[in-house]
Structure formats: C-alpha cells, structure tokens
C-alpha cells in the first residue's frame, strides 16, 4: 500500500477558516450589493476574506464583504443572487483569500496572487511533514488538484467578484502546478526525490501533455468515468467531429456549411455501452490512447505519447487516480433489449467485473498506476461490501472478516498474488498474438449484412494482455471485452445466481509467437479470481518459439499461466 496524497483547495473548505455568525439588521433584496450588520458582526469582519456561506455559488465565504463602513454597512463582493432575510447567517473568515491572476495587467508578479500561494506552499509543507512522519521519506506521493469540475471555485476570484476584483494575466492552475512542483523538487525543503508528483489539473481532459508540465512532474493523472449509453438513441453528432471507420478512414455524410459542417455515420449498431475500456477503444475522440502509446502524436501542434517530456525533465507516466463504474445507470439487456434497472447484488458483481477488467487492461496498455474510487461509503461506487461496513459500525472493536468484504474485495485478492515474482531480470520478452479462433459465431452487435460494416463478433474483441512474472513464466488475462457489462445471457438461472450476467464459457484458440525456445513443454494452466478455482486451458500445438493454446474464456479476466 503506496498512498496518494490529495493536495485540494475545495471550495466548501479551501483554507484555514474561522467560523463566524453574521447578523444581518433588516433584510437585503434580491440584486442588492450592501448589508447592514450589527456591530459584534461587523467588529468581526476582515476584508476580502471574511464571507457568507452557501448564497452564492454554493461554497464557503462564497459571497465575501469587501469593505465596511462606520455605519456598519457590508459592501459585497456581488449582488445578492437571491434576498437575504435579517438574521444570523452561517460565514467564515479565510485566512488566504481566492486566487486573483498570477500577474497584474502591467506584467509585474500580484501581490494578492503571491499571498495566497505562499498559503497553499505552507499547506503543502505542513502535509508533506506529517506524511513524511507516518510513512518515512520518499513513502507517499502527492497528486496536485482533483477534478476542475466542481469545487474549484477558490482557483479564480472572479467566482466571488461582480464585477472582477482586478485585472491581470496568466493561468492559475500552470502557475499553481509549476510552484508546486519547484517547491516539492527543491534540495533545501528536504522532501525525499522518491516522492512523486502528479499532475491533477490533466485528469478530465485529453489535451494535458506531458511536454507543457514542470520538470520534476511525475504523471499526468486521468479520471476516465463513462456513463452508459443507449447507442444509437443516444448517439448526438457534433458539429466538426468527423466520425472514421476502424481502418481510421472517413465514414460519414455531411450538412450544414464550413467550419463546423454536421457529420453522420453511414452506419450506426445498436448495442448498450457500458465497459470499462472504453478510453482504449477510439468509440469517441478523446481516448487515453495518445498517451500511453509508444508512438508520439499531436493535438493541437502539442506532443502527446509515452516517450514525451517536458523541456530538460524526463517522460511522464500516466496514473489513473480515480475510477469506478456505476452500473445503476445501466439497463438490463436481454440480447441488445434493455428491459429494467439493475438490483443492488448485480450492480456489485458487474463492479467486481469491471475492476478487474480495467486494472489488468489499462497496465497492460501502459498507465503506471490505478487507484479505484471508493473503499466505502460512496454509494453505488463502494468496493467494500455494506455488510462488512455494517459490521465494523455495529462493533468498531471487531474485524469482521474477509469473507463480508464482498465480491470485488475477493476478486481482487484472488487476482495480485498470481502476478508477484521477480520479474523477468532484464528486458521484458514481447510476446506476440499472431492469430485467435472462436468456436462459433457469439458476437457483441450486428453489423448491415455487407463487408463494409461486419458483426463485431466475441472473436474481434478478445483482451489477451500478457505479463512476465519471472524470467520463463507468464501470466496472461484472457478475456471477451464484451461492450455490455450487464446483459442477462442466462435468465433461466436463479434470480440469485450472479453468472447469469456472465457471458456462457467459450471457447478460444490463440497463436502466440515470441516465446522461450527451450526444450521442455511449458505447463500451461488457467484460474478464475471471482469463482477462486481453475478453469480448462490447454498447449495445443508448439513449434519453435510459437505455440497455440486452448482455454475456456469468459467477459471478465480468467489468468492463463505459462511456465517453462
């Protein structure tokens, strides 16, 4: 266990705060920019960072009182969203106030902006010494923000001013993320060169390079949820994305007039989507591809790829910091038929079948590192089963037991171990896959009936992602990267047998080439992690360094083991 640090500013909470009581003498209307406080309130006020709670945007000291006069009389940071009966209202005093632009319209360094940095680098200083004294030096690393899309208010003070408070220049999260990284890198704050730094600000958009961060920046991080999606009822063209076939070959008609003409597929299947990898498919533009592949390619004229770096700083990783899917939104599919929402028990298997999924596909495919988004408490994302929870608050004092931890806890625990070892001792050995066979024809949609827009069969997705544990042995995740998580393929199963969701055992022939080349027969052998036994795999033929082997295969990962 390696934990990540949050360094977050949200906006509920972003900095050391007082709680204050505001008493507001008779009520202020709708759009009005004065208050009148009573004078115990008024004392209390410190300009700039002294505000409301919760009658703006939604935050802490959200609507600040910018100055006050002799009469007691609060001029706000804005207009009053809504009216503001007399009273005592719930504040705070700040003791940083948000951040303004890094530089003044003249270009010279803000004052304002500079305060409340050396509050944040104080804030880093003071997690890092505390970290540092649980877990021991260079034991921990540090992801810098979380997501842009909520609570990050206190990153520009243009949130709580109307009009804006000053003008200035320069980008917030760059100057944030620079200072950050040049503090934590800096020889004379002592922070051990093992801790590693992330980029947060990069991890809900596709167009953070690992060329555009400080020297010194780890990994980019990434927060791929997807939603399902009913395709193609909920299939939305967009003015300028030109959608392209698997060959990577335009496949659309057009309407509308340049820039921004409308572009629809020739061909559109029908199917629920709702899988894990769908970042590593290219279903739409923005993928994690770009970023994990050895192969460097542009967006907007910016490098993207495994081997990018910034200026004078080494290649980045990429870290998913956060991940979970949450079925519930999904419908059951009997074949491509949605036909109800799915029961809590089935929600945690499909959970269970997608963690694995993800976590074996997006480190085969290149991200560094996964961190999963709950252990508890988060609802529909819990990895820890509610009757474990349940447990521990009925009798903190007691542990109570591996086996309520629940399905995806087991999966999990029955997966790692089969991948420790020492490694292969020198450079990886790059298996190959040359061929794949199916017995019969299960396929996840149907295409038109013409070679241009085939059945996407079970054969076309099958996941095989190798890695060595040791110099002569293998182990391989096999799995049908089926696009719908929760189809009921058996319904004539008990209601209370989860494998009626899973896709009936088939099985799959695959060719792979690049193997060790001594004279011994490998053993080959195959386990399932959520139902914890083996499962059939066999060598069917080897010449040389290639060999075909035979295993049973269903939608989440069965580890095929080869051993020389």
């Known amino acids: 266990m390696r934990p990540l640090i949050l360094l977050n500013a949200n906006s509920s909470g972003p900095a050391p705060n007082e709680p204050v009581t ?18 115990a309130s008024a004392s209390k006020v410190v300009p700039g960072k002294t505000g409301f709670n919760d009658i703006g945007f939604g935050g802490m000291a959200d609507v600040l009182i910018k100055s006050i006069n002799s009469r007691d009389v609060a001029t706000l940071s804005m207009p009053l969203a809504q009216a503001l009966p007399a009273g005592e209202h719930e504040g705070a005093t ?41 877990f021991g030096p260079g034991g921990y690393d540090f992801e810098i923000w979380n997501e842009l899309s909520f609570g990050s208010q206190f990153l520009n003070e243009e949130n709580y001013y109307s009009p804006a408070r000053e003008t200035g220049s320069g980008s917030v999260t760059e100057a944030l993320l620079d200072e950050t990284v040049a503090y934590i890198r800096n020889p004379a704050h002592g922070i051990s060169p ?28 990434k927060h791929l949820y997807k939603s399902p999606m009913s395709i193609p009822s909920e299939y939305t063209p967009k003015p300028g994305i030109r959608p392209r076939n698997a060959l990577g070959a335009p496949d659309s008609t057009s309407s509308g007039t340049s820039p921004h003409p409308l572009y629809t597929p020739l061909f559109i299947p029908t199917y629920q989507s709702d899988f894990p990898e769908y970042y590593l498919t290219a279903t739409q533009t923005e993928t994690v591809i770009r970023d994990l592949a050895p192969i460097t390619t542009t967006i907007n004229k910016v490098p993207h790829g495994r081997n990018v770096a910034p200026p004078g700083g080494t290649p980045l990783q990429v870290w998913m910091t956060e991940y979970n899917i949450a079925p519930k939104g999904a419908t059951i599919g009997v074949g491509s038929v949605p ?14 079948k997608a963690l694995l999924r993800s976590l074996v596909s997006m480190v085969s495919k290149g991200m560094t590192r996964e961190y999963f988004f709950a252990a508890a408490h988060a609802h529909s994302l819990n990895m820890i089963g509610e009757s474990f929870m349940s447990a521990v608050d009925a009798d903190p004092s007691a ?83 089926t696009r719908n998580l929760v189809n009921l393929y058996q319904p004539n199963l008990p209601p209370n047998d989860m494998a009626r969701y899973d896709l009936p055992a088939e099985t799959f022939r695959i060719k792979l080439g690049n193997l060790p080349t001594i004279h011994r027969l490998p053993s080959v052998s195959a386990y399932d992690p959520l139902l914890n036994r083996s499962t059939p795999a066999r060598l069917v033929t080897r010449k040389g360094g290639e060999a075909v082997f035979e295993l049973l295969v269903t939608d989440y990962p069965r580890l095929l083991t080869i051993n020389y």
């Open 399 to 481: 542990y109570p037991g591996d086996q309520l931890g629940g399905e995806t806890m087991r999966g999990f625990r029955n997966l790692l171990p089969h991948f420790r070892g020492p490694g292969p001792r020198g450079p990886a050995r790059q298996l190959r896959l040359l061929s794949i066979a199916q017995d019969g024809d299960h396929a996840q949609f149907a295409g038109n009936g013409t070679t241009a827009y085939p059945t996407l069969y079970d054969r076309d997705v099958l996941a095989v992602f190798p890695f060595q544990f040791s110099p002569t042995s293998f182990v391989i995740p096999v799995y049908v990267m």
């Open 194 to 221: 093992q801790v590693g730094v992330s980029d947060g600000f990069a991890s809900q958009t596709p167009f953070a390079s690992g060329a555009n961060v400080p020297p010194g920046t780890t990994a980019l991080s």
């Open 94 to 134: 700040l003791l940083y106030a948000p951040f303004g632009p890094p530089k003044l319209s003249n270009g010279a360094p803000n004052p304002a902006f500079q305060a409340t940095l050396a509050g944040w680098l104080s804030y880093v200083a003071t997690v890092n010494h505390e970290a540092e004294s649980i």
């Open 22 to 39: 505001i008493d507001t003498i008779g009520e202020a209307p709708a759009g009005s920019t004065t208050v009148r406080l009573s004078p």
């Open 339 to 352: 036909t109800a929402s799915l029961p809590q028990a089935e929600q945690a298997h499909a959970q269970a």
